[in-house]
């Protein structure tokens, strides 16, 4: 009886450190980023660190430069995941096609998304520059412009450019899943269609979208955790400049904690942008269960 009791509770002993290790370095972190939110941390000033409550988030919602942070969070995350999905998906059509070309592409087509970040940020930066950037060189030659463009330098500007960065470097990943979901699709359905006549264009979207569709969905999803969660193009290139114009929410919190040292407005932020996040994350689930349930992929 007491052997019963032991192997009826030894999968809860065996858990017990991977518990305690999610609870040390997720869920307390989290937690204290919650209690953060609602006191007015600011390092700089003795005494702060009180509990306000929803001062902090009042704060931090008048601000205008917040209001600014959203207005680029918003471009920065429907842009790229849009720009990111519609490139994504030609190139992933032709490349589901067997040329022998396409061999040499599928591998090559990677490497902008193996590289480091900090790298891929550094030579945009140098090749975006005013003047000796090899993009405004490449344009006076064309004779498209006369004088260099300041591309990360212009207010106008900036969010656009880091926008086509992050679409560069996300396109190879999001091509090559969809080209391997474009290839799942029977060939018989393909076949049939041509012989009933059915154009190129007809055949995408009456057969092959309408197959792929859960995993484009799912993808793009997936794409839109990426990019709220991206940091390392923006500050690497213009660390939210110029004039808070490329600032997004995880480099506004980090310029607002380790730069202003701002814990509470920090956290506060961070709390904002967990929501969204979760947000996403009930969306993916939502369309997971739903697709479980019905069995229509």
Excluded: C
């Excluded at 931090?60 to 994504?88: E, H």
Aim: no cysteine; net charge positive; glycine share 6%.
């Amino acid at each position: 009886m007491n052997m019963n009791k032991v192997r009826n509770y030894l999968p809860y002993f065996l858990v017990i450190p991977t518990f305690t290790v999610v609870m040390l370095l997720i869920a307390y972190p989290i937690f204290d980023v919650f209690r953060l939110s609602f006191t007015n941390l600011f390092l700089l000033r003795p005494g702060t660190g009180k509990f306000v409550g929803l001062n902090t988030f009042v704060s931090v919602l008048k601000d205008p430069v917040f209001l600014l942070v959203l207005k680029n969070t918003f471009i920065w995350i429907v842009l790229g995941a849009v720009l990111s999905m519609s490139i994504g998906i030609a190139i992933g059509y032709y490349l589901s096609f067997n040329f022998k070309i396409n061999r040499f592409l599928r591998a090559v087509i990677l490497i902008p998304w193996i590289l480091p970040s900090v790298v891929s940020a550094s030579t945009w930066q140098w090749m975006l520059n005013a003047q000796f950037g090899v993009i405004n060189d490449l344009l006076k030659k064309l004779g498209l412009i006369e004088e260099g463009i300041g591309w990360l330098g212009d207010p106008r500007l900036a969010i656009y450019a880091l926008t086509f960065i992050l679409v560069w470097k996300n396109i190879p990943l999001i091509s090559l899943l969809l080209s391997a979901a474009i290839q799942s699709v029977p060939i018989s359905l393909l076949e049939a269609a041509t012989i009933d006549g059915a154009s190129g264009w007809q055949k995408f979207w009456r057969i092959i979208f309408p197959i792929i569709s859960y995993t484009f969905l799912i993808l793009t999803i997936v794409v839109l955790i990426w990019i709220i969660q991206e940091f390392v193009i923006i500050w690497v290139t213009t660390q939210g400049g110029p004039v808070n114009a490329t600032h997004i929410l995880p480099t506004y919190i980090y310029e607002m904690a380790f730069n202003n040292y701002r814990f509470g407005q920090a956290a506060a932020l961070s709390v904002i942008n967990i929501l969204i996040l979760i947000s996403i994350s009930v969306v993916y689930l939502w369309l997971f269960r739903k697709t479980s349930k019905t069995g229509v992929y």
